[in-house]
């Protein structure tokens, strides 16, 4: 049994109380920002809060409302408590205040709908352990409470805001925990590597931190202008018996009527005019102020080689959309003929021909997920890695080839997730399909090579060292690196 006891910090806005435990003192729900609840919501995100007297911060779980996620077959299910007030981060210093330590941030993903910094599938104390950096995860705001976009009536791209803010305050007081505020790399998967891309093509963000880890960032997913975004809101109201013209009542609508919307909205949405569409009803738009046009495009002329990174991707991103998905499941040759003649035209039999010899058994499902994985993660994500060594970046890609036992997963989205934090017995105990099964000392051998590549760059900028498989920065050649049973660099053609 592992030992633990109280510890007591002093920051600048109070004094906070933790739980050291295995040598990893965790702080949980240390606000960054006043309550974006009440009054606070739909505003953007106020000044850090002080407190008097002893702030608690043993208490975890807590994220921001949600309906539960459209992923839970692959990530397993855990504990959470909903609460509109979540403008908070999750700290685990292995550390002396004094010490001056890496700092790693994570920003979860979750389609802008689901997700928390405090689960536990995101528990950084191992990762904080095994590197001895400081690891912070930020929760912020999502769903229609963190990226509604109705100009005029609140400030668009809320839930960006919040993890700007959050950085901030981490700059701020990280200091306090044992963190250098210098050498702060930021790493998010999937939703948080967008929001990481809209900050690298921001200018007014230089500075928040200094390295960047993209993990499945889904670059490819266009963005609308806040004006053509979806009107999901109002249909919130139409089926909670308002008056859709009238969007005053979200300002006090209690969180559980915005998930009970929510839940009665979803059968009423219209299918996806391109089969396998899994974009999210709500994401950042462009606002011309925080994104002022879309930030692959800004990155690709050079907008983020102010910042090392390392992007990458799991070899079957949408392994994890097509579990159980009927659409796939029954996808027939002629629509999938259909799709390629909608896209290629006059090439599409030979494009058909070359991505039916990549993949074994060809199965139109099977064929049509690799094709949105392409155009959603794949493709713009090596553009980016290009991009990124073109403008005189260090520019890194790895591909997470493991696959799971599971059926038809493959080396799904979500599935490098567990190889960073280490904590296993979490994900298989809540019922993660993506690792269910597999030999444990694997996984641990397989999760201290990728865990030590990118806490290595975090904490040099480059993911090479001592006991480390040579990793070549992204170049002309397209070299990234290859996880699997066997990690290797291999060119791209």
């Known amino acids: 049994m592992l030992m633990t006891n109280d510890i007591i910090l002093e920051t600048p806005f109070g004094k906070v109380r933790g739980i050291k435990r295995d040598g990893v003192a965790a702080f949980h729900r240390v606000p960054y920002a006043t309550p974006a609840s009440g009054e606070g919501r739909y505003q953007l995100p106020g000044g850090p809060l002080r407190w008097s007297g002893m702030l608690d911060a043993t208490q975890r779980n807590h994220v921001a409302p949600q309906l539960p996620s459209r992923l839970d077959a692959v990530m397993g299910v855990y504990p959470m408590v909903l609460d509109e007030d979540c403008l908070h981060l999750d700290i685990w210093s292995p550390v002396a205040p004094d010490a001056s330590a890496p700092v790693l941030v994570f920003v979860h993903g979750g389609a802008f709908m689901t997700g928390g910094g405090s689960l536990a599938c995101y528990d950084g104390a191992l990762l904080a352990k095994n590197s001895c950096c400081v690891v912070v995860n930020i929760t912020y705001r999502l769903g229609p409470l963190g990226f509604l976009s109705q100009p005029g009536f609140a400030p668009t791209n809320l839930g960006i805001y919040d993890q700007i803010a959050a950085l901030k305050w981490i700059g701020e007081v990280i200091g306090a925990f044992g963190g250098n505020p210098k050498e702060i790399t930021i790493s998010g998967q999937s939703a948080g590597s967008y929001s990481i891309a809209v900050m690298l093509a921001n200018p007014a963000c230089k500075g928040l931190f200094k390295r960047a880890i993209l993990m499945s960032a889904p670059l490819g997913l266009k963005l609308r202008k806040a004006e053509d975004a979806p009107p999901v809101a109002r249909g919130m109201l139409q089926v909670l018996d308002f008056d859709p013209a009238d969007l005053a009542p979200l300002r006090t609508l209690a969180p559980e009527r915005f998930l009970e919307a929510l839940k009665l909205l979803q059968p009423k949405m219209p299918a996806p005019a391109v089969p396998g569409d899994v974009a999210p009803p709500f994401m950042p738009v462009i606002d011309g102020d925080l994104i002022k046009c879309d930030p692959i495009d800004a990155i690709l002329d050079g907008a983020g080689a102010w910042c090392d990174t390392i992007i990458g991707i799991t070899r079957e991103e949408y392994g994890s959309f097509t579990l159980g998905n009927p659409m796939f499941a029954n996808f027939t040759e002629e629509q999938l003929k259909a799709e390629f003649v909608r896209i290629f035209g006059d090439g599409a039999e030979t494009a058909l021909a070359k991505a039916k010899s990549r993949r074994a058994p060809a199965h139109p499902g099977a064929i049509l997920a690799d094709l949105r994985a392409d155009e959603a993660f794949n493709d713009q994500s090596a553009e980016f890695a290009a991009a990124q060594a073109r403008h005189g970046a260090y520019s890194y890609m790895y591909q997470f080839d493991w696959q799971s036992l599971r059926a038809g997963l493959g080396a ?32 641990q051998d397989l999760s201290g090579i990728f865990q030590n590549a990118l806490m290595t760059f975090a904490r040099t900028g480059s993911p090479e060292g001592e006991g480390l498989p040579a990793w070549p920065r992204y170049g002309e050649n397209g070299t990234r690196l290859h996880f699997d049973r066997r990690v290797q660099a291999y060119a791209s053609i």
């Open 412 to 443: 799904c989205h979500c599935l490098d997730l567990p190889f960073l934090f280490g904590n296993f017995e979490t994900w298989v105990g809540a019922g993660a399909a993506s690792v269910a099964g597999a030999d444990l000392a694997e996984l």
